[in-house]
């Protein structure tokens, strides 16, 4: 958690958190060390692309919304440089938290979500591990003391595993 925790902190443009809701995070490793990480949380509350693409009424939101896994955090480090290897760790990562999800939580998550700042990335690995491009979502939060950032984002989602 230490190792996570300081490599979000100090990479991660969000930082480590607060994550909120249900959680798991992933440390990427190899023979050359520690190469990022992922965290997985609760989904956003509403979206309304996400919602519409759902075709959820309001009781089957509310029932079932808990079974959309937001994946919170996706770092691969800067001073790592290998050709599809954020696909590669996209792809085996979402092999497994379905089932760690499970084994942790007693029940399996059906659906991913994921953001893409689209003014700094392209999401190449979400088309390279077949993530359902749906829609534009601009977001608030705070960044910092008092501060408020919006930004643009692209929304994709993935049905699990």
């Known amino acids: 958690m230490r190792i996570w925790n300081e490599m979000m902190l100090r990479e991660h443009p969000q930082g480590a958190g607060p994550l909120v809701g249900c959680q798991l995070r992933y440390l990427i490793n190899s023979d050359h060390g520690w190469l990022g990480g992922f965290a997985f949380s609760a989904a956003a509350l509403n979206l309304r692309d996400r919602d519409q693409w759902m075709g959820w009424d309001t009781e089957q939101h509310r029932t079932h919304l808990h079974r959309v896994l937001g994946m919170s955090r996706f770092l691969l480090?800067?001073?790592?440089?290998?050709?599809?290897?954020?696909?590669?760790?996209?792809?085996?990562?979402?092999?497994?938290?379905?089932?760690?999800?499970?084994?942790?939580?007693?029940?399996?998550?059906?659906?991913?979500?994921?953001?893409?700042?689209?003014?700094?990335?392209?999401?190449?690995?979400?088309?390279?591990?077949?993530?359902?491009?749906?829609?534009?979502?601009?977001?608030?939060?705070?960044?910092?003391?008092?501060?408020?950032?919006?930004?643009?984002?692209?929304?994709?989602?993935?049905?699990?595993?």
């Open 77 to 161: 480090r800067t001073s790592v440089h290998c050709h599809n290897l954020a696909s590669c760790v996209l792809g085996m990562v979402l092999r497994q938290v379905g089932p760690d999800f499970e084994a942790q939580y007693g029940y399996r998550p059906w659906l991913v979500e994921s953001f893409v700042d689209t003014e700094h990335f392209l999401g190449t690995c979400y088309k390279a591990t077949n993530w359902i491009d749906i829609g534009k979502t601009q977001g608030t939060w705070a960044s910092g003391p008092r501060k408020q950032s919006s930004q643009v984002r692209q929304n994709h989602l993935r049905l699990c595993d």
